[in-house]
Nanobody, 125 residues
């Protein structure tokens, strides 16, 4: 079964950092754009960051995380990372990564075919 696996979530204090990882199982991320989404309690899932499959194309960030989060991909490890710095209470959510076979960035969930199971990030003092 083809799937994505997220890891790296946890409990962190405000101002702290976490790095999430997104790794495929039984396929490669080479030609996929990877989107990061999150769903906070009682809210709809939202797209927060995206990295395309095209070399030289800049990643995209939602306004709520721009300047604090950084997405990157390590092709040798076939892994995409989301580095989250200066975490705020409102960043508390389940975080998901997903693959877009078109290779371009998008925040429309209909563009994504494989999703991970999600990893919990809790920011609390």
């Amino acid at each position: 079964q083809l799937q994505l696996v997220e890891s790296g979530g946890g409990l962190v204090q405000p101002g702290g950092s976490l790095r999430l990882s997104c790794t495929p199982s039984r396929f490669t991320l080479d030609y996929y754009a990877i989107g990061w989404f999150r769903q906070a309690p009682g809210k709809e899932r939202e797209g927060i960051s995206c990295i395309s499959s095209f070399i030289g194309e800049s990643p995209d960030y939602a306004a709520s995380v721009k300047g604090r989060f950084t997405v990157s991909r390590d092709n040798a490890k076939d892994t995409v990372y989301l580095q989250m710095n200066s975490l705020k209470l409102e960043d508390t959510a389940v975080y998901y990564c997903a693959t877009n076979p078109r290779g371009v960035c998008s925040y429309s969930e209909d563009d994504y075919n494989y999703w991970g199971q999600g990893t919990q990030v809790t920011v609390s003092s």
